[in-house]
């Protein structure tokens, strides 16, 4: 059989990528519904939490898109269900929801959340992320606490990176980069697509604003880490 051929058959039988959406907003899961089909996914959405994990075993998603505030159970309490099961352990699971407050986004990365998007910043941002993870193969995992990658010790909890016996305290935006750069170590990427990828929307920051938190990062951790390759492209390396 000709390759080329071959390859076509292959890439036709391949299961689309599956996402369940859960939502007590009928407006927000047709919306995200129509969306997230024409990026060529396989959606089932849920107004009812309460059979949001009956749909999820028995569909298999490769994501899980969760409302925060919804009638018992809310989402802190079926993403910490979920995680429970050995099933979802690994899945990627996303908070979409209005809140904006610290307290409910560390609640929802404490019960194993990889991500936590708000309503304000638009379907699109989610449509981004969504497309880093399944399609693109990042991995945005802003749940795990502690991480280790060759010299760095970088903890979350404390938003601090340990440099051998330097230690430094970053802000915020310096930490979420620096995270989303230790986690894809060796890919190369784009400053626009990685200030889609890491905060969904080039609206929360700009490419000078990222240049910023670059240098000011290549200040307390060293330089060599954040290398620029020849297509203008960004790589982190140890």
Same mark, same amino acid.
């Given at each position: 059989?000709?390759?080329?051929?071959?390859?076509?058959?292959?890439?036709?039988?391949?299961?689309?990528?599956?996402?369940?959406?859960?939502?007590?907003?009928?407006?927000?899961?047709?919306?995200?519904?129509?969306?997230?089909?024409?990026?060529?996914?396989?959606?089932?959405?849920?107004?009812?939490?309460?059979?949001?994990?009956?749909?999820?075993?028995?569909?298999?998603?490769?994501?899980?898109?969760?409302?925060?505030?919804?009638?018992?159970?809310?989402?802190?309490?079926?993403?910490?269900?979920?995680?429970?099961?050995?099933?979802?352990?690994?899945?990627?699971?996303?908070?979409?929801t209005?809140?904006?407050e610290?307290?409910?986004?560390q609640?929802?990365?404490?019960?194993?959340?990889?991500d936590?998007?708000?309503?304000?910043? =638009?379907?699109?941002?989610?449509?981004?992320?969504?497309?880093?993870?399944?399609?693109?193969?990042?991995?945005?995992r802003?749940?795990?606490?502690?991480?280790?990658?060759g010299?760095?010790?970088?903890?979350?909890?404390?938003?601090?990176?340990?440099? =051998?016996?330097?230690?430094?305290?970053?802000?915020?935006?310096?930490?979420?980069?620096?995270f989303?750069?230790?986690?894809?170590? =060796?890919?190369?990427?784009?400053?626009s697509?990685?200030?889609?990828?890491?905060?969904?929307?080039e609206?929360?920051?700009?490419?000078?604003?990222?240049?910023?938190?670059?240098?000011?990062?290549?200040?307390?951790? =060293?330089?060599?880490?954040?290398?620029?390759?020849?297509?203008?492209?960004?790589?982190?390396?140890?």
């Open positions: 059989m000709h390759a080329t051929f071959l390859k076509q058959v292959i890439m036709s039988e391949k299961k689309p990528l599956r996402i369940l959406v859960v939502d007590d907003d009928r407006d927000i899961l047709e919306l995200l519904k129509y969306n997230l089909w024409r990026e060529g996914y396989k959606v089932k959405v849920l107004e009812e939490s309460s059979k949001a994990i009956k749909a999820a075993k028995s569909f298999s998603p490769d994501l899980i898109v969760l409302d925060l505030m919804m009638p018992h159970p809310n989402g802190i309490e079926l993403c910490r269900e979920l995680r429970k099961m050995k099933q979802f352990q690994d899945t990627y699971i996303f908070f979409l209005a809140k904006s610290p307290y409910y986004q609640a929802a990365l404490d019960t194993g959340a990889d936590y998007i708000e309503k304000i910043m =638009g379907l699109r941002s989610l449509t981004h992320k969504i497309s880093a993870v399944l399609k693109k193969n990042y991995i945005i802003k749940g795990a606490y502690e991480l280790e990658v010299k760095l010790v970088l903890n979350r909890k404390r938003n601090s990176v340990e440099v =051998g016996e330097t230690k430094a305290v970053l802000s915020k935006p310096e930490f979420d980069l620096l989303f750069f230790a986690q894809n170590m =060796g890919k190369e990427i784009s400053a697509s990685l200030l889609q990828f890491l905060w969904g929307s609206l929360y920051l700009s490419e000078s604003s990222l240049e910023l938190y670059i240098n000011s990062l290549v200040q307390k951790i =060293g330089e060599g880490f954040i290398q620029r390759t020849s297509n203008s492209k960004l790589i982190f390396r140890t």
